[in-house]
């Protein structure tokens, strides 16, 4: 499941939704031109529901967004890049590789193929049974989840911080990310844009974030995020061989 891990890594590293992670290419990544050497991922495009295919925009208006990457994530998918369009060549001579629109969170070992967000369910649904997660406690999380769905409609709360997750497993990853934001500093408006929802802060617009000097300060407080060190042993789990 090489491919569907690189996709639950987007959703820890960047708290991206199931789709949006399948929805990534390579091309999405650019360099500031403000900050040379410094990247972001564009959020353009995510794949339809039960299939790999993409459609532009996301879940909600506020999906498409900006996010900037820290140094070790950028480097770790130019690498994975190169080593996907080496093998690629070396599959074939003949194979037109077209980098910009490689999947980042492919399909197994086809690096050709988009996974869809059931691949990347299915992949979560693996990794915490490997860490000592069964099943019943997956079952207990998603009652849990569709009884605070329950409660927010009842309390007339529709905005979609409080719509059920439909994928809890893989969705941990995102919250974790959620959770690691506030400890990194970003401010409430910061982590909203971030994380893809309304923007509720007065005065705060969505387009203040193409800014690439306030994307820049955001960068440098996700930089911060001990758990994403460029180590051995992330490379080792996230490059192919």
Do not use: W
Request: proline share 4%; with cysteine.
């Amino acid at each position: 499941i090489l491919g569907q891990v690189l996709g639950l890594f987007l959703m820890f590293a960047l708290g991206l939704r199931n789709e949006e992670a399948c929805g990534v290419n390579f091309g999405h990544i650019y360099q500031m031109e403000e900050f040379p050497g410094h990247y972001c991922l564009i959020i353009p495009q995510t794949t339809k529901v039960g299939s790999n295919l993409i459609k532009l925009g996301g879940k909600t208006f506020n999906a498409s967004r900006i996010i900037p990457l820290p140094n070790c994530i950028a480097k770790l998918l130019y690498d994975v890049l190169a080593c996907r369009i080496k093998a690629l060549k070396n599959h074939s001579d003949h194979v037109q590789i077209n980098a910009d629109t490689l999947p980042i969170a492919c399909f197994n070992a086809d690096y050709t193929k988009r996974c869809d967000a059931q691949h990347l369910t299915d992949a979560a649904n693996i990794m915490f049974g490997k860490i000592g997660i069964s099943n019943n406690d997956l079952i207990e999380l998603a009652q849990e989840l569709q009884e605070e769905h329950i409660l927010a409609e009842e309390n007339g709360i529709t905005d979609e911080i409080a719509l059920l997750e439909k994928d809890p497993t893989a969705y941990l990853l995102r919250r974790n990310f959620a959770t690691h934001l506030i400890i990194l500093g970003l401010d409430e408006a910061e982590i909203e844009y971030i994380i893809g929802h309304a923007i509720e802060v007065p005065g705060i617009r969505r387009r203040d974030f193409t800014d690439e000097a306030l994307l820049m300060q955001i960068k440098q407080k996700l930089d911060r995020r001990p758990l994403l060190n460029n180590t051995p042993e992330v490379n080792n789990i996230l490059l192919p061989a």
